[in-house]
Nanobody, 123 residues
Framework: VQLQASGGGLVQPGGSLRLSCAAS????????IGWFRQAPGKEREGVSF??????FYADSVKGRFTISRDNAKNTVYLQMNSLKLEDTAVYYC???????????????????WGQGTLVTVSS
């Protein structure tokens, strides 16, 4: 089982990036998949989550980020628009075998964290 995040990079404020979370060893439609981020000196925080057709977003990214998945490619995407300086972080994806939707941001429910991809928003 492996999850690999990619697509990070350097972008100016207001720009866009699309992150990919490629899964292997299991089918993503059997699990919830979450995106998290960790900025320097800060705790890892939940950004978005998708499962059984439901999608959740942190308040800080609502209206700017969109999560989606392509079951044929076994990949979950995070489209990030209108990026802000405070979006700078390493972004990770992980799977959740089961969790109460109200706790989608709770780290203990997740397993098989990928290596992460760095997103830097800077002018």
């Amino acid at each position: 089982v492996q999850l690999q995040a990619s697509g990070g990079g350097l972008v100016q404020p207001g720009g866009s990036l699309r992150l990919s979370c490629a899964a292997s060893g299991f089918a993503i439609d059997d699990y919830g998949i979450g995106w998290f981020r960790q900025a320097p000196g800060k705790e890892r925080e939940g950004v978005s989550f998708i499962n059984v057709g439901r999608k959740f977003y942190a308040d800080s990214v609502k209206g700017r980020f969109t999560i989606s998945r392509d079951n044929a490619k076994n990949t979950v995407y995070l489209q990030m628009n209108s990026l802000k300086l405070e979006d700078t972080a390493v972004y990770y994806c992980a799977r959740a075998p089961r969790l109460p939707f109200s706790l989608w941001q709770a780290l203990p429910y997740y397993e098989h964290w990928g290596q992460g991809t760095l997103v830097t928003v800077s002018s």
